[in-house]
């Protein structure tokens, strides 16, 4: 299964900043994800990361507060911008090479905004 | 919509103990469940992946069911020990739909 490295591993932040996370894949993979997991909850979607297009996003989410990139097939970034201490959540990049295998995510980025 | 229920939400057992945790979804068209570990703060860690075909898949300790036709799917946990302690989260896939749906999770506590 493809191996994910996701950077920064936990960051602090104040309030009206914006922080980049990086997703970098060791091979190329059909579908990259992003999930937030808010404190005590369970993990929501927030886009599907399209390579060479714009980013799908779930329904809550928008692009100008979640702008994410994919230029290739191993690399994602998700931005989180003007930052309010409900943004702080763990931040997770997954990815699908076969739906068959099934998801494989990286380690998260551990967000928290003051 | 796909919903999915994990029950209990947590759970506190003695070391040894044999355990099961359980995951409900409403809409049994789907291609495939897959069950998760999260430790604290960080990320998932796949433990079994079971296809729509299958009825349960093994891995050392673990073994997960699937009863697709009445929207059920269980985690059986052998003789726990303090290091099964974390988050178990069930995921389905929906054919077509292109992305997992995350059950609520169960947090697992095991005391030495």
């Known amino acids: 299964s493809a191996v994910i490295s996701q950077k920064p591993s936990r960051d602090i932040c104040q309030r009206g900043t914006s922080l980049t996370i990086q997703c970098q894949v060791d091979?190329?993979?059909?579908?990259m994800f992003w999930y937030r997991q808010q404190p005590g909850q369970s993990l929501t979607l927030i886009a599907t990361a399209n390579q060479g297009s714009e980013a799908t996003y779930e329904s809550g989410f928008v692009i100008d507060k979640f702008p994410i990139s994919r230029p290739n097939l191993t690399f994602s970034t998700l931005t989180v911008s003007n930052m309010s201490p409900e943004d702080s959540s763990i931040y997770l990049c997954s990815v699908v090479q076969d739906w068959s295998y099934g998801y494989t995510f990286g380690s998260g980025t551990r967000l928290t905004v003051v | 919509k796909q919903e999915v229920t994990q029950i209990p939400a947590a759970l506190s057992v003695p070391e040894g103990e044999n355990l099961v945790l359980n995951c409900s979804f409403t809409?049994?068209?789907?291609?495939?469940l897959q069950w998760f570990r999260q430790d604290p703060g960080k990320g998932l860690t796949s433990l079994l992946l079971i296809q729509s075909s299958q009825r349960e898949q093994t891995s050392g300790r673990l073994n997960a069911s699937l009863d697709k036709s009445s929207g059920r799917s269980t985690l059986y946990i052998a003789a726990s020990q303090p290091g099964d302690s974390a988050t178990y989260l069930c995921a389905v896939y929906g054919s077509g739909t292109y992305k997992y749906i995350f059950g609520t999770g169960t947090r697992l506590k095991v005391l030495a």
């Open positions: 809409d049994s068209a789907i291609y495939n």
């Open positions: 091979s190329q993979v059909t579908m």
